[in-house]
């Protein structure tokens, strides 16, 4: 559809963009920002004035529970409710079940995405055999099928030499490695931060050591084998530092951070709340400061949903045996830009951080507004205000924090590939 | 982000439940201990009853075993005239199978005013409170390491029964920190009460990070750590803390944690040795000091039943309205 969109706010700070423009689309494609020339007619016209226009956000670690758990959710449901807060390409780690390390399933994930027909799916394959550690996927096969990268979801591999093997095996092709940097046996069966919260309520605890010796090694054996790599879900003020060494010494690794784990620390948990646990946990406010600031100075350059929906039943257990994770779709944009709206960020930092960066980083051409890009763009009402629940909620999953809250700022409009995917 | 209200108070910011001292008044305490004194001569009397429950319904529901605190806890209803259930439940950890609340609702469904619970997890009292009717009332058996406070309750009682004055008190808990309710619960009992000191005692693997957040001091000996001390507090050490993963051996843990004679020379002359029980003797005591005269033990035990009955006269006289009115 040829689409014109006027007096919107436009951030696209992959061409440096942060003012009032008109921009317009032409079927699946950014036609033009400003003037459209005379012949472009579009069959319709959209008036965006007070609203901002951002680049279709690229979720770089979500769970869609399909296959293998659909109960919980479906590629249908969470593409859905992607699309109705502006995600318009979902980058989904391969712990389903059966885990994505063969083709077909790639294929059959993208298949029923596609028919969906609202966001797009782009896999990552298993780097290990069963995510258990101890044997090499077809990466190769893998990436050819369409996975934008190989990754052993939160399952940290223990064997160092097996991960070095596995980064010299993927960096010979190319293919990206999503890391979930961890020390297993430092995790143990932690459940929250090693702190004051662990100490009062009793839980096992998670120590900062964990990441930071997980991040540590995975450091070192970028350092030996050129690996391109992306370290998933940083939690811990003293990670951003290793990340930032290890972007002076000029290393192929980037960093990226779940949006809760800006938003909240380890306090809010309170009275054993299950709704804020998550992993890794959420930790102490210095923490919390020192990921902004990651942000801030580009040592992390993404923040994602780490999108993981349950029923709700899930999380009415005790602490340590209730479901980990947060639903987080629908909320992840409205939750970023607080954080641009606060101040506490640049707005252009905040919506690099859910667009060009990871788009760079899964190798997508997406996530920025060019002319001649793939017209994935969204508008945006900063000052709408509105509750999180059975209405509004659209991920299947009811496991948020903010569920029955009043939020502020949120998608009107969400165009994938030209097509109008979400307007309520 | 959010404000966190606890579960244990109701919108009137009277208690409810007694689910953790962390947040508790020392108005409450004290309140809880005095009521608690005027039930001791009870045990003594020929008739051991008071109507105050009576036509309540108490179901201990234990899904950890226990003697001590079970047989207690329905002494203590029984002398309140309640009807006592005892239940032994066993669960599932994993989502199959009926949850915790699934069992609670259905045995509140049977017009159940009070619970008793122990749990193996850390705020399995708090969940269970937090899904019940507003009419029935929890009271926390020990969840998980979180909290055990009506031990706590009848240690404190039992320290006031010897000795007045909390601000002149210097007290230490030795032993295995990290996993205990009875600690948590203790310190924030001591500290609400005033107490001048406070001192935990154990090798560092068995002390929780950040325990000073708590307000208590660490030290890492007897000898300096009992200096002064006006009551030692010994903790369990669980046998399976003994698999050479958190303590090499029970011979280096007694020679350097134990309480003996000689050790509890360290403290004040008249200092007073408590333990929550059951002992392992020989592990963390020595049965001279278990059974010696400066051990409150067996006054732990008796007191148990008198506090625990203040306790839930307390929270029946918080009932604002049963089922029936």
Redesign the interface.
């Known amino acids: 559809m040829d689409i014109s969109i006027l007096n919107g706010h436009l951030i696209d700070p992959a061409n440096g963009i942060n003012q009032v423009m008109d921009i317009h689309i032409s079927q699946d494609r950014i036609k033009a920002i400003g003037d459209p020339g005379q012949d472009f007619k579009p069959e319709r016209v959209i008036d965006a004035k007070g609203r901002y226009i951002f680049p279709g956000i690229v979720d770089l670690c979500a769970r869609l529970r399909e296959p293998g758990e659909e109960h919980k959710a479906t590629i249908l449901s969470e593409t859905r409710a992607a699309a109705s807060a502006g995600i318009t390409s979902l980058i989904c780690p391969p712990d389903t079940l059966p885990v994505i390390e063969t083709p077909g399933m790639v294929h059959m994930i993208q298949d029923r995405a596609n028919a969906a027909g609202y966001s797009d799916i782009y896999p990552l394959g298993a780097l290990t055999s069963g995510l258990k550690g101890e044997k090499l996927t077809d990466m190769a096969t893998l990436q050819d099928a369409g996975c934008v990268g190989v990754s052993n979801a939160l399952e940290p591999v223990e064997n160092s030499l097996l991960m070095r093997r596995a980064m010299q095996y993927a960096s010979t092709y190319d293919i990206p490695v999503f890391l979930a940097s961890w020390d297993p046996w430092l995790q143990g069966n932690g459940v929250v931060h090693?702190?004051?919260i662990?100490?009062?309520?009793?839980?096992p605890?998670i120590?900062e050591a964990a990441e930071t010796v997980g991040v540590a090694r995975d450091i070192a054996l970028v350092e030996t084998t050129g690996a391109s790599a992306h370290i998933l879900l940083i939690s811990c003020e003293k990670s951003v530092s290793r990340l930032r060494e290890a972007r002076q010494r000029k290393l192929p690794i980037t960093g990226s951070v779940a949006v809760h784990n800006l938003?909240?620390t380890e306090s809010?948990i309170?009275?054993?709340?299950t709704f804020f646990k998550v992993i890794p946990p959420l930790r102490t406010m210095q923490d919390q400061e020192g990921l902004i600031q990651g942000l801030a100075g580009g040592d992390i350059s993404v923040i994602c949903s780490d999108h993981q929906p349950h029923s709700l039943?899930?999380k009415?257990?005790?602490?340590?045996?209730a479901a980990t994770g947060i639903a987080g779709l629908d909320t992840l944009l409205t939750l970023a830009w607080s954080l641009a709206r606060n101040g506490r960020l640049k707005a252009e930092t905040v919506i690099a951080a859910l667009t060009e960066n990871p788009a760079q980083i899964a190798g997508l051409e997406c996530g920025n507004l060019a002319v001649g890009k793939p017209a994935d763009l969204l508008v945006f009402d900063e000052g709408v205000s509105w509750t999180l629940d059975n209405t509004t909620m659209m991920s299947r999953g009811r496991n948020s924090?903010w569920f029955g809250h009043e939020l502020t700022g949120k998608v009107l409009l969400t165009i994938k590939g030209g097509k109008i995917v979400w307007e309520p | 982000?959010?404000a966190?209200v606890?579960?244990q108070f109701d919108h009137n910011g009277k208690l409810r439940h007694f689910l953790t001292i962390?947040g508790l008044s020392e108005e409450t305490l004290t309140g809880i201990l005095d009521i608690a004194h005027s039930f001791i001569d009870f045990g003594k009397r020929e008739i051991k009853k008071i109507p105050l429950m009576r036509g309540k319904t108490v179901v201990n529901l234990f899904f950890e075993p226990s003697t001590r605190t079970r047989t207690t806890f329905e002494i203590a209803a029984k002398r309140l005239s309640a009807d006592v259930v005892n239940m032994n439940a066993t669960r599932m950890?994993?989502?199959k199978g009926e949850?915790?609340?699934d069992t609670v609702k259905t045995i509140e469904a049977m017009h159940t005013d009070m619970f008793v619970v122990r749990?193996r997890?850390?705020?399995?009292a708090?969940?269970i409170a937090s899904?019940l009717p507003d009419y029935v009332r929890v009271i926390n058996a020990g969840?998980?390491?979180?909290?055990h406070p009506t031990q706590a309750m009848l240690d404190v009682f039992t320290i006031r029964q010897h000795r007045q004055d909390f601000s002149k008190l210097r007290i230490a808990i030795v032993g295995d920190i990290l996993?205990s309710?009875v600690a948590?619960s203790q310190i924030h009992a001591l500290n609400i009460l005033g107490t001048r000191e406070i001192r935990v005692i154990g090798p560092r693997t068995l002390i929780?990070?950040?325990?000073e957040?708590?307000g208590v001091g660490y030290v890492n000996n007897m000898r300096d750590g009992l200096e002064n001390i006006d009551v030692v507090i010994m903790l369990r050490i669980q046998r399976e803390r003994m698999d050479g993963q958190l303590i090499p051996s029970e011979q280096e843990y007694f020679a350097r944690y134990g309480l003996t004679e000689e050790t509890l020379g360290f403290a004040k002359p008249d200092a007073m040795v408590m333990h929550p029980g059951p002992i392992n003797r020989g592990l963390e005591i020595s049965s001279s000091v278990a059974d010696g005269n400066r051990s409150v033990i067996l006054d732990q035990v008796t007191n148990g039943i008198a506090v625990r009955m203040s306790i839930m006269a307390h929270l029946m006289g918080g009932q604002e309205k049963s089922r029936w009115t």
Do not use: K, W, Y
């Open positions: 090693e702190g004051f662990s100490t009062l309520l009793g839980l605890a120590p938003l909240c809010d309170g009275e054993f709340n039943d899930s009415l257990a005790p602490f340590s045996e924090p | 982000m959010h966190n606890p579960v962390q950890s994993t989502t949850t915790i609340l749990d997890a850390s705020g399995a708090q969940l899904h969840d998980g390491r979180h909290e996993h309710r948590r929780p990070t950040d325990i957040t708590m």
